[in-house]
C-alpha cells in the first residue's frame, strides 16, 4: 500500500512537534523515520496509526483519505517498545488476541497464528508465556501478533531499544527478513543511524518536526543535504573545521591551518563555513596535499586503527596506515568522496 502524507502537522498547544509535513511511501518499501529525541518520529507514526488526531494535514492510505478515520478501520499494524504483550496468555492466545476481537472463527484464527509463528521462528514456543522468553522471542510475539492480521501498513515504534546490542542486530535482519517475505509497506522508528542504514529502503531523516532529507541510507550518506544531515549519519562522526574562505582556499577562524580544495571555488568570499570530512576521505598524500596534519595518538578498532590529528587548533580523525608513526606532522590527501562545505551559520550546502 502507498502512503501520501501531504502538509501534515501535529500541535500540543504551543508545541508543534510535526510542521507541514510531506512524503510519498511506495507500496511494500520499509522506510525508516530517523531523527533525534523530541524531533516527532513518534507523533508522526501515531498519526498514522489514527491514535492521535491531526491538527491539519492528509494521509492518503493509496487513493483513500485516512486523516480522521478510526483506528481499528485503518488496516495497520503497530509494535511497541514495551512489546504489550498480555501476561496470563499464551504466545498462541496473544497471537490470536487481535482475529478474536474481529470475531474470526477459533480454527481459522489459530491456522494464521500458527503459520504466522512460523514466519517469525516462535512456533516452538506457542504454549508458552510471555514471562518465559527472553527479550527477542518477545518482540517476535509483538511482530507475529501485529502481523496475524494481515495489515496494509505495518508500524514499528522504537521496538529495539529493550534488547541488548548483539539482540539487536539480529532482531534488525529479522525485521527485514519478514518484511521482506510479507511484503507489507512498514514504517519503523528509530533514532539509530546503524538500525536505519541497515535495514530500510528509505531513511526519513526528520529534525524539530521537519524533513531535513528523504532518500536511500547510502545517498543520504554520500550526498547530504545540509550539516545536520552530514553530522547525524556516521561513526565515527564527520570531522567539522570551522573558518572561512579567502582567495580561493580554507583558513580557520584563527588562521592556525589552511586547506586547499577544488570545492573552496563553490563557496562565497568571506562567508563563515565548516569544512566537513569524513574520516574515511583522509590518506596520506602521495602528490597531492591538501594540507598537513600532526598525528597526536591512534587508537585500535579491531582491525582498523583510528588516527587522531590536528590541522592547527581543530582536532579531526581518519584512518591512516597501521603502524603511522605519531608525533610527526604529515601531508594529508582527501579522496573525492566524503568532503563537503557547508554555511556555519544556516547548515546549507555549498559543495
Known sequence: MKITIEGLTKKFGEVTAVKDFDAVIEKG????L???????????????????????????FDEEDVTYMAPEE???????????????????????????????PKAE????????????HIEEYLNRKPSQLSGGQQQRVAIARALVKKPRLLLLDEPLSNLDARLRLVM?????????????????????????????DVILLMKDGEEQQSDAPQ???????????????????INNIYGSVKDGRFHTHDDSAVIEHEACRKVPEGRKVAFAIRPEA???????????AYLVHTYAMGKEELSYM?????????????????DREYNIHLKEKGVFIFDEETGERYA
Open 29 to 32: 518499501q520499509l522506510v525508516c
Open 310 to 326: 590536528n590541522v592547527g587548533t581543530s582536532e579531526i580523525r581518519g584512518y591512516l596506515p597501521n603502524g603511522t608513526e605519531v
Open 34 to 60: 530517523l531523527g533525534p529525541s523530541g524531533c516527532g518520529k513518534s507523533t508522526m507514526l501515531y498519526m498514522l496509526a489514527g491514535t492521535e488526531a491531526a491538527t491539519s494535514g492528509k494521509i492518503y
Open 74 to 104: 485503518r488496516g495497520v499494524g503497530l509494535v511497541f517498545q514495551n512489546y504489550a504483550l498480555y501476561p496470563h496468555m499464551t504466545v498462541l492466545q496473544n497471537i490470536c488476541f487481535p482475529l478474536e476481537i474481529q470475531k474470526v
Open 109 to 120: 484464527r489459530i491456522e494464521r497464528a500458527k503459520e504466522i509463528a512460523r514466519l517469525v
Open 282 to 292: 583522509i590518506e596520506l598524500a602521495k602528490e597531492d596535499v591538501n594540507f598537513k
Open 219 to 237: 545517498t543520504l550518506y554520500d550526498n547530504p543535504a545540509n550539516a545536520f544531515t552530514a553530522n547525524f549519519l556516521g561513526v565515527p562522526a
Open 172 to 200: 534488525r535482519e529479522e525485521i527485514r527478513r519478514i518484511q521482506q517475505e510479507t511484503k507489507v509497506t512498514t514504517i519503523f522508528v528509530t533514532h539509530d543511524q546503524e538500525e536505519a542504514m541497515s535495514i530500510s
